[in-house]
T-cell receptor
Framework: NAGVTQTPKFQVLKTGQSMTLQCAQD?????MYWYRQDPGMGLRLIYY???????DKGEVPNGYNVSRLNKREFSLRLESAAPSQTSVYFC?????????????FGDGTRLSIL | DQQVKQNSPSLSVQEGRISILNCDYT??????FLWYKKYPAEGPTFLIS?????DKNEDGRFTVFLNKSAKHLSLHIVPSQPGDSAVYFC????????????FGKGTLLTVNP
């Protein structure tokens, strides 16, 4: 029962390098989300996909791009990594029907940019 | 401007006693509220939620209270257990069809044996 799987779990990048964070869910959920969590901060929404084929900006989208590859997969890309993007990134999914359906989170990707 | 505020960064209680975690919000358009629990090196897990049309929701040892006039909600854990030690996040959903959550900064709960 995998739920939401994020890869990799850890990554160190140099400033200017690019990287794609992968997320896959096996719950047949319609909606998927990318958040970042910084020390002493709550989770902040980067991008989300309400359904396959759609993506929208969240609270902090600058410096990121996303792709909803299919219903299962939602990737987050850093084209030119900056130290300010050092964070823990969480992917989440949700069935999408009714407010009572909560988001389910992966265990995160810890990203350090030097 | 922080729309969801958890003003206590940490809380320490004795096993068996009540834990009360508080959350305040500023946006009157929020229509659904959730509490998530997070252990180190894991993702947040859903704990309990409440609609803005209710003032209380209970699930086992966990109860969430909502005071709309005060824009305040609280999570009560009774009795507290050492396994409840974690960071608790309050989250709020804006009104409308888009399901986007705004999270507070979290409160670290420590339950001492």
């Amino acid at each position: 029962n995998a739920g939401v799987t994020q890869t990799p779990k850890f990554q160190v990048l140099k400033t200017g390098q690019s990287m794609t964070l992968q997320c896959a869910q096996d719950m047949n959920h319609n909606s998927m989300y990318w958040y970042r969590q910084d020390p002493g901060m709550g989770l902040r929404l980067i991008y989300y996909s309400a359904s396959e084929g759609t993506t929208d900006k969240g609270e902090v989208p600058n410096g990121y791009n996303v792709s909803r590859l299919n219903k299962r997969e939602f990737s987050l890309r850093l084209e030119s990594a900056a130290p300010s993007q050092t964070s823990v990134y969480f992917c989440a999914s949700r069935e999408g029907s009714g407010a009572s359906q909560p988001q389910h989170f992966g265990d995160g990707t810890r990203l350090s940019i030097l | 401007d922080q729309q969801v505020k958890q003003n206590s960064p940490s809380l320490s209680v004795q096993e068996g006693r009540i834990s009360i975690l508080n959350c305040d919000y500023t946006n009157s358009m929020f229509d659904y509220f959730l509490w998530y629990k997070k252990y180190p090196a894991e993702g947040p897990t859903f704990l309990i939620s409440i609609s803005s049309i209710k003032d209380k929701n209970e699930d086992g040892r966990f109860t969430v209270f909502l005071n709309k006039s005060a824009k305040h909600l609280s999570l009560h854990i009774v009795p507290s257990q050492p396994g409840d030690s974690a960071v608790y996040f309050c989250a709020a959903k804006g009104g409308g069809s888009n399901y986007k959550l705004t999270f507070g900064k979290g409160t670290l709960l420590t339950v001492n044996p």
